[in-house]
């Protein structure tokens, strides 16, 4: 497999976990893509979650105390580190959602840290943020 077709494929894992939670409404589904180390960066969280459970958790809370609308990706930039056994893909999102009676558009951004595992990829490391300004 060459080095794009490996691109392509780490893409398409992150869009399918993505879909998962943002789209299906499934972040249980996380289990299937998340490593049992996970780690992750977020804008509404003071200290990082650690371990895939505290992810999972995390993305179901989100999940169960809004509804969202629309979910959009864009701009993907992979690269494949490490002999194409680790990867970190950056890209932008935008995402509506409705919470406490109001509707909240956002954009940001997302840099994720994958590893390829016995022929999957799973991520390991999470760091999204809004967008600035």
Not at 8 to 24: G, K, M, P, S
Not at 84 to 91: F, M, P, S, T, W
Request: net charge negative; hydrophobic share 45%; aromatic share 10%.
């Amino acid at each position: 497999m060459g080095k794009p077709d490996v691109a392509c494929e780490i893409w398409a894992t992150v869009q399918a976990l993505n879909r998962a939670w943002a789209v299906d409404g499934h972040p249980e589904w996380l289990a299937n893509y998340f490593a049992p180390e996970m780690i992750a960066i977020t804008p509404t969280d003071r200290l990082r979650l650690e371990g895939q459970k505290a992810c999972i958790a995390g993305w179901t809370d989100f999940v169960r105390t809004t509804k969202i609308l629309r979910w959009l990706e864009s701009n993907p930039l992979t690269l494949v580190l490490a002999e194409g056994r680790a990867a970190v893909v950056a890209y932008d999102f935008q995402i509506d959602f409705e919470a406490g009676g109001r509707v909240v558009h956002m954009s940001g951004r997302d840099l994720m840290t994958l590893e390829e595992r016995d022929g999957r990829w799973w991520l390991v490391a999470d760091h999204f943020s809004p967008s600035p300004g």
